[in-house]
């Protein structure tokens, strides 16, 4: 059987969530008899050796037992929960003699999963009474992650950064009406997140502001009133106790008023010109 001599120089990138399963595969379906297969890791095919099999045994580096496993039929090599750790170049090196037949690199890249964007108010140019709110998303930035805004199923805005230290924030302005449901949507190249608001929940209609104004008014008049009421009754009690207290006094100051004194110096001055008469009786 003749086997051709292929050699790929390309890099194959495999990209992989943090936590699952990558398989490199070499794109064959048997494995010759009579051929090794190597796995390698490092920027070239002279790294460490990782796995091999050869004359039907597999060998697997002590430091990776428990995350790597060697298809014996494919030489297909899988990297089980994958973490940032592993990340890096691996090669893949098919011999049969003295000559590599298969020579192929691979670049993993591993990602974390994009948290939850999280939505909040945000100033506005116009003001709520105008139907238009402003909202702020804003997600933690990581390699490759974009943040989005979706009207339904259209893309509407976007946003990305790769410098990485700072957080990606995307405003947005929507009016309540006609109701609409917003969509922002955080994502790398193996997972997503997303979170959604609606219009007329987060932005209410322009006349809401007369609504609850009249709830306002509604509260308030009839505290009001009783208010006043409660005043107009203190003050008549007030002028009340006020006049009966005028009235007493006008009562005792009759009681102790000069004039009755005068009439009791005049009985004294008719007892003392006829001594003979008793008191009460009259000439």
């Known amino acids: 059987m003749l086997f051709v001599i292929f050699t790929d120089n390309s890099v194959i990138y495999e990209k992989v969530l943090e936590g699952n399963n990558v398989t490199l595969d070499p794109g064959i379906k048997t494995l010759l008899k009579g051929c090794t297969v190597k796995w390698t890791q490092g920027p070239d095919c002279n790294g460490t050796l990782i796995a091999q099999w050869e004359d039907a045994e597999i060998f697997i580096n002590e430091t990776l037992k428990d995350v790597l496993q060697l298809d014996n039929k494919t030489g297909a090599l899988t990297m089980n929960r994958m973490t940032m750790s592993l990340e890096g170049f691996y090669c893949l090196m098919m011999l049969c003699g003295h000559e590599p037949h298969i020579l192929r690199k691979y670049h993993i890249i591993v990602y974390e ?29 990581a390699p490759e992650v974009l943040l989005s805004w979706y009207q339904g199923e259209k893309n509407i805005d976007e946003i990305s950064d790769s410098d990485i230290s700072v957080n990606l924030t995307l405003p947005l302005q929507i009016q309540s009406q006609p109701e609409t449901i917003y969509t922002c949507r955080a994502s790398n190249p193996v997972s997503d997140a997303t979170a959604s608001l609606n219009s007329t929940q987060w932005c209410p209609p322009h006349h809401s ?41 006008f ?28 008191p009460g009786q009259t000439q």
């Open 251 to 278: 009562t005792l100051h009759q009681m102790t008023s000069p004039q009755n004194d005068s009439v009791s110096e005049g009985s004294d001055e008719r007892l003392l010109a006829n001594p003979t008469q008793q």
């Open 209 to 249: 502001g007369h609504k609850s104004m009249l709830w306002i008014l509604v509260g308030v008049v009839p505290a009001v009133t009783v208010l006043v009421i409660l005043i107009i009754y203190l003050y008549k009690r007030r002028n009340r106790q006020g006049a009966q207290g005028a009235c007493n006094m």
């Open 113 to 141: 999963h994009v948290p939850t964007p999280h939505l909040s108010s945000a100033p506005a140019n116009v003001t709520q009474s105008d139907g238009i709110c402003s909202v702020n998303c804003s997600v933690r930035n």
